[in-house]
Structures are given as C-alpha cells and as structure tokens.
C-alpha cells in the first residue's frame, strides 16, 4: 500500500497508464489474415444502425473519420437523410461524394 505522496502518485499514473492501453485495445482493427478477401460493408449501409468498424470500411473513411459519425449521431439523434453525413466534423466533399452511393437511412428506426 503506497504511504508516501510520491509513491501515490507513482500508483497513479501506472493505472493511468494501464486504463489508456486497455481502451486503446478495443479501437484497433484487426488486419485480415493473409489472402483472405478483403472486408466489405452491407450496401447500402444505414446510417443509424452501423457500427464504427462498418463506417472504416466505406471509400475515404478511416478510423478518426468513423468515429466522428457515431460521435455525431450520438450528440444530434438519428440521421433523417443520407444528406444529414456532409454534417459531421471532417466529412469532406470528396469523401462524402464517395460515401452517399453506398449509405442509407431507412424507415422506422
């Protein structure tokens, strides 16, 4: 048990430390075994229903880009238009023109 303030704090930041490894785990997609196909996402994919790792998979999305549409659709409620993506904080023209053709918002969800 640390009794001194330099040993608490020491404790600390290891925990910190640990807690930031371990959340970073579950953020890293895993590279496919060699010669396996690559992934593919269900076309059209609903904007309102998919998950971060389905979002990395559309034409010009990275993983900072996926994240930012589920942040979005968590900060302002569900997408009404596919439209709705050009919204999202560092969604460019391009990336967005490449997106639209393979996302969707479908009825009563």
């Known amino acids: 048990m640390p009794t001194t303030r330099r040993e608490m704090l020491t404790v600390l930041v290891l925990l910190t430390v640990a807690l930031a490894a371990m959340a970073g785990v579950g953020w890293r997609t895993p590279a496919p075994p060699p010669g396996a196909a690559p992934p593919t996402t269900p076309t059209p994919l609903d904007l309102n229903r998919a998950t971060w790792q389905e ?3 559309l034409p010009g999305f990275g993983e900072t880009l996926a994240h930012a549409v589920i ?9 009404r238009s596919a439209a709705e993506l050009r919204q999202v904080p560092g969604m460019t023209d391009r990336i967005f023109g490449m997106a639209l053709p393979e996302v969707t918002v479908r009825e009563g969800r």
Not at 71 to 79: A, N, T, V, W
Request: charged share 35%.
């Open 55 to 57: 979002f990395e998979l």
């Open 71 to 79: 942040e979005h659709r968590i900060r302002h409620g569900p997408f």
